[in-house]
């Protein structure tokens, strides 16, 4: 299934309705789809329309309307299944930023309802998402870490999963970056 141009449009237009009152993750989401079109040549031409919408998308689990297990990545991605989003957006939205490191940590169950694509889009959405601050503003990765880190606290169930998850997106960070360096070499 092949994702159309106005996929970008409608997901901004969704995540602004469904965050509106949730300025901040808002502003956020706004930061993660300008870092995803910065890094959209890291992916197929075919394949950053859906790029642009998952970073459009990837927190709308946290809106109300989503809830359901409190935890935003399934969330997201079940709300949007059920507004009939395509299924390829679903589960980046599921799995964005290693939600699966998260998920287990939490013992949260149904995440495998979503195909984990592990493709140039997941690492260039967990780039996207880890180098956009909590108010949109562009940050490094390792800052990103270590404020969530301290946000979430070290004995959290976030730091339980940070001792997996920061590798797996260093390694996807780093992955962009040599997808990024190739093409302006080439």
Same mark, same amino acid.
């Given at each position: 299934?092949?994702?159309?141009?106005v996929v970008?449009?409608?997901?901004?237009?969704l995540?602004?309705?469904? =965050?509106a009152?949730?300025?901040?993750?808002?502003a956020?989401?706004?930061g *993660?789809?300008?870092?995803?079109a910065?890094?959209s040549a #890291?992916v197929?031409?075919?394949?950053?329309?859906?790029?642009?919408g998952?970073?459009? =998308?990837h927190?709308?689990g946290y809106?109300?309307?989503a809830?359901?297990?409190?935890?935003?990545p399934?969330?997201g991605?079940r709300?949007?299944?059920?507004l009939?989003w395509p299924p390829?957006?679903?589960? =980046? *939205?599921?799995?964005h930023?290693?939600?699966?490191?998260?998920?287990q940590?939490?013992g949260?169950?149904?995440l495998a309802?979503?195909?984990?694509?592990?493709?140039a *889009?997941?690492?260039a959405?967990?780039?996207a998402d880890?180098?956009?601050g909590?108010?949109?503003?562009? *940050?490094?990765?390792?800052e990103?870490?270590?404020e #969530?880190?301290?946000r979430?606290?070290?004995s959290?169930?976030?730091?339980?999963?940070h =001792?997996?998850?920061?590798?797996?997106?260093?390694?996807?960070a780093?992955?962009v970056?040599?997808?990024?360096?190739?093409?302006?070499?080439?």
């Open positions: 299934m092949t994702i159309d141009h970008p449009v409608r997901a901004r237009w995540a602004e309705e469904l =965050l009152d949730l300025p901040q993750r808002r956020h989401s706004a *993660v789809a300008g870092r995803a910065e890094l #890291a197929s031409r075919v394949d950053r329309d859906l790029l642009l998952a970073a459009w =998308l927190d709308v809106a109300a309307a809830l359901d297990t409190g935890f935003h399934l969330d991605a709300l949007l299944r059920r009939g390829r957006l679903c589960a =980046l *939205v599921a799995h930023s290693g939600a699966a490191f998260l998920a940590a939490q949260v169950p149904g309802e979503f195909p984990d694509e592990a493709s *889009v997941t690492d959405l967990a780039s880890q180098t956009a909590v108010c949109g503003e562009p *940050v490094f990765l390792e990103r870490l270590t #969530a880190l301290g979430h606290g070290a959290s169930a976030y730091g339980q999963a =001792l997996h998850r920061a590798p797996y997106l260093r390694a996807a780093a992955r970056q040599s997808r990024l360096l190739t093409l302006a070499v080439a």
